[in-house]
């Protein structure tokens, strides 16, 4: 069921919705526990009980990874395995992608886009970086500072941006914030690297998951589209 365990979340609780208890359990059984558990969240009450029955009376050490797997094909066809395989390649790039510089992400997407336009858009749908800040409501850039704190890393992190984005970022701020940003960049020498402005944006997208996390926001629903991403200027 590794297949299934690589989807994301909400592509894997669209996918068991209507599906039969029996084989929900048998998913649930066979993937990560912290993702199972979140699937059964989101299962109506009533068969939440019934699935964590059938998952408890499950002989699965008697199964073999291999019948499960010919079980899971048999239940699908030949189009539906390519697409699941196919948004589980998206979703593992995309990871990828999340983890390195801002400049070197924005240069791969752009790189890409042209020959797979549509797969470069479900992509970055299913990211979020610092430069995307600029899409959010205001409440939601306001919570997120004001959860920054650490004028100096905010001041780093804003090195070389667009004006687009500092404007965002500074009509959201209190005056005494916007102040003492202004002081820090200032002050701010030529030792800054890129890989302390790297570092310093990845903590800031940290609120900023954090934030969507704790209020089942997705924000990479509010980004327009990659086509219309312009970046950061370094």
Not at 39 to 48: G, I, Q
Not at 193 to 199: L, N, Q, R
Not at 202 to 225: C, Q
Request: no cysteine.
């Amino acid at each position: 069921f590794k297949m299934l365990a690589d989807l994301p979340l909400s592509d894997l609780n669209n996918f068991l919705g209507d599906e039969h208890p029996q084989f929900i359990a048998l998913v649930l059984s066979s993937i990560d526990s912290e993702k199972a558990s979140q699937v059964l969240s989101f299962m109506p009450d009533k068969d939440r009980v019934d699935i964590t029955k059938r998952m408890l009376n499950l002989d699965l050490p008697l199964m073999s990874v291999m019948e499960l797997e010919s079980a899971l094909e048999a239940h699908f066809s030949k189009r539906e395995m390519q697409s699941m395989g196919e948004q589980i390649n998206i979703q593992k790039v995309a990871n990828i992608l999340d983890d390195i510089s801002e400049t070197e992400r924005l240069n791969i997407i752009h790189a890409i886009e042209s020959e797979f336009p549509g797969k470069t858009k479900k992509m970055r749908k299913l990211m979020f970086t610092f430069s995307d800040l600029r899409f959010l409501p205001d409440n939601y850039v306001q919570y997120i500072l004001s959860e920054v704190r650490d004028i100096q890393l905010l001041a780093t992190a804003l090195k070389g941006v667009d004006r687009e984005l500092l404007e965002k970022l500074q009509v959201n701020m209190s005056a005494r914030m916007r102040d003492m940003l202004t002081e820090e960049i200032e002050l701010m020498g030529d030792d800054v690297t890129k890989e302390d402005v790297e570092t310093a944006r990845k903590t800031v997208v940290g609120y900023a998951k954090m934030f969507a996390m704790e209020r089942n926001i997705s924000l990479s629903t509010l980004i327009p589209d990659v086509s219309a991403q312009n970046g950061v200027v370094s």
